[in-house]
């Protein structure tokens, strides 16, 4: 079954606002990871944030994540048209297997 | 260019044909991943290879086989598709070490079954 949802489905905003993406899930985590994907190619991983942390920067990127309400977010901060994309969180279940569950995604446009 | 390469990027083939899915990477990895990615769905985790062994089969049709003769290289058989079959079809590899594992993608196959 699906792990993570991304929220919301579709973001626009203007150059130089902040995007805040959500994502919730169900069960306990290792690690939560979110990529992104540009428009037909393959996801690029951004960040990885670990159960045990509750805040990790990576240059514009912020992401968050509070193992109490099963729910991370990732801001973007300054955002520009390059950041159009599409962005999905990925997490890494406790159990035997260790493998990424990934959301529907959320389509991020950046209007100039 | 991420270290992994896959071939073809574009494929359509009719329901009776017998095609594959190219994937290698460069990367020294030693566990390969297919997802399938279909519009407005999740991200579908196919196939897991750990050290050229099947870890992992998230009860896929047969019609889809895949092949991992090393630990570089992976393949997609594929035979007797369905038009529901047409997706991307995304080649990753990631270097095991148990938890935090960061998956290196692939350019993606679009596959179209006519």
């Known amino acids: 079954s699906q792990q993570g949802e991304e929220d919301p489905q579709a973001l626009s905003i203007q150059e130089g606002e902040n995007a805040t993406m959500n994502c919730s899930y169900k069960?306990?985590?290792?690690?939560l990871q979110w990529y992104r994907q540009n428009s037909g190619r393959g996801l690029v991983h951004l960040i990885l944030?670990?159960?045990?942390?509750r805040e990790k920067h990576s240059g514009r990127l912020r992401v968050t994540l509070d193992t109490s309400k099963k729910s991370s977010s990732l801001l973007i901060t300054a955002s520009r048209a390059a950041d159009t994309a599409s962005y999905f969180c990925?997490?890494?279940?406790?159990?035997?297997?260790?493998?990424?569950?990934f959301g529907k995604g959320i389509t991020l446009s950046v209007r100039p | 260019e991420t270290g992994v390469t896959q071939t073809p990027r574009h494929l359509v083939m009719g329901m009776t044909n017998k095609k594959s899915l190219k994937c290698e990477q460069h990367?020294?990895?030693?566990?390969m991943y297919w997802y399938k990615q279909s519009a407005k769905k999740p991200l579908e985790l196919m196939f897991v290879?750990?050290?050229?062994?099947?870890?992992e089969n998230n009860s896929v049709p047969s019609r889809f086989s895949p092949e991992c003769p090393n630990s570089s290289h992976l393949f997609l058989h594929l035979h007797t598709l369905q038009p529901e079959d047409s997706a991307l079809y995304l080649c990753?590899?990631?270097?095991?070490?148990?938890?935090?594992?960061?998956?290196?993608f692939g350019e993606g196959s679009w596959l179209t079954v006519v």
């Open positions: 990925a997490t890494d279940a406790e159990g035997a297997n260790s493998k990424l569950t």
């Open positions: 290879y750990n050290f050229k062994e099947q870890t």
């Open positions: 990753a590899s990631t270097q095991w070490q148990g938890r935090g594992n960061t998956i290196y």
């Open positions: 069960t306990s985590i290792n690690n």
């Open positions: 944030i670990r159960s045990n942390e």
């Open positions: 990367l020294g990895h030693n566990a």
